[in-house]
């Protein structure tokens, strides 16, 4: 009974355990897609987990307390620079998601990217928000202060593949109306193998650290059951050749 006990107490850990990893976490995505907004934008969260039969509501939180909307979307109409901050949502069969941020700012532009740290090879595509759409003549996009695209209209600005020189400092700045006006500057970091290498060389990689540990303690064990069921076998075979040999004892 008690030789049975571990085994069965393991099963049901190992059940518990699949249990818990079975409810995958909800996601929050906004649509449009950008994580900075302009007051009075238009914004809808939207929450992607599963839900059971009985039960379609959804809890959301915003900087960390509960909010009263139960729907999978939430509209924020008129967005205020109050309605930054973190989202999460949750719905009854999924884990709470992972924080998505939202930043409201006050401005007549804004430049909006998709994501702030971007790998080589992918696309990077900005945009030059103006607050209420605003036309916008004149357009033109900087990096590290340089001029880097200009339009005579308002057209977004893409980057179809992301190369390690395109990290650096972005503002766009234009014509409304009469003013001459500039968003703020938004820090674009292109990350590649050549800045994985500085990372891991300011942090040790501990992962690579307990595998090689894993590994050495793996051959370690392996090499010595080898060589202790090698003089086993050579033992049985010395009893099976009959070759003991005996020794007198002083
Ligand atoms: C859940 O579904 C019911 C019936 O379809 C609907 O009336 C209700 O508004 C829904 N609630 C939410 C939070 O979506
Ligand atoms: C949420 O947090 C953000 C940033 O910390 C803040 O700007 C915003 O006013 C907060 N909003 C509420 C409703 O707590
Ligand atoms: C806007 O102002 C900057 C200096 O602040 C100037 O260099 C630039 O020519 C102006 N742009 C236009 C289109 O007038």
């Known amino acids: 009974m008690w030789q049975l006990l571990p085994p069965a107490a393991l099963l049901l ?3 518990a355990d699949t249990r818990a990893a079975d409810l995958s976490k ?7 897609q950008w994580n900075q907004v302009l007051k009075n934008d238009r914004v809808t969260l939207k929450c992607q987990g599963d839900y059971p ?4 509501s959804t809890k959301w939180w915003h900087n960390g307390t509960l909010i009263s909307s139960q729907t999978s979307s939430y509209f924020i109409a008129d967005a205020k620079v109050e309605d930054s901050g973190e989202y999460k949502c949750q719905t009854g069969l999924s884990a709470l998601s992972d924080p998505v941020k939202l930043e409201v700012h006050a401005s007549w532009l804004l430049l909006q990217v998709t994501q702030r740290v971007v790998n080589v090879g992918k696309p990077i595509h900005l945009k030059c928000h103006s607050w209420k759409k605003t036309t916008v003549a004149k357009v033109q996009y900087f990096q590290n202060g340089r001029g880097k695209k200009y339009f005579h209209q308002n057209s977004d600005f893409y980057i179809p593949e992301a190369k390690l020189e395109h990290s650096g400092s972005y503002f766009c700045r234009g014509i409304i109306g009469t003013k001459n006006e500039s968003s703020e500057s938004v820090q674009i970091i292109v990350q590649g193998l050549g800045n994985l290498q500085t990372v891991s060389s300011f942090y040790p990689p501990w992962h690579q650290i307990t595998f090689c540990l894993v590994m050495g303690l793996l051959f370690a064990v392996d ?12 033992n049985s075979e010395e009893w099976r050749n009959g070759k003991v040999t005996w020794s007198k004892g002083p």
Do not use: M
Not at 26 to 32: K, N, Q, R, T
């Open 13 to 15: 850990l190992v059940s």
């Open 26 to 32: 909800a996601v929050v995505l906004l649509d449009p």
């Open 53 to 56: 039969v009985e039960d379609n």
């Open 223 to 234: 090499t010595g059951l080898y060589f202790s069921v090698q003089r086993h076998l050579r």
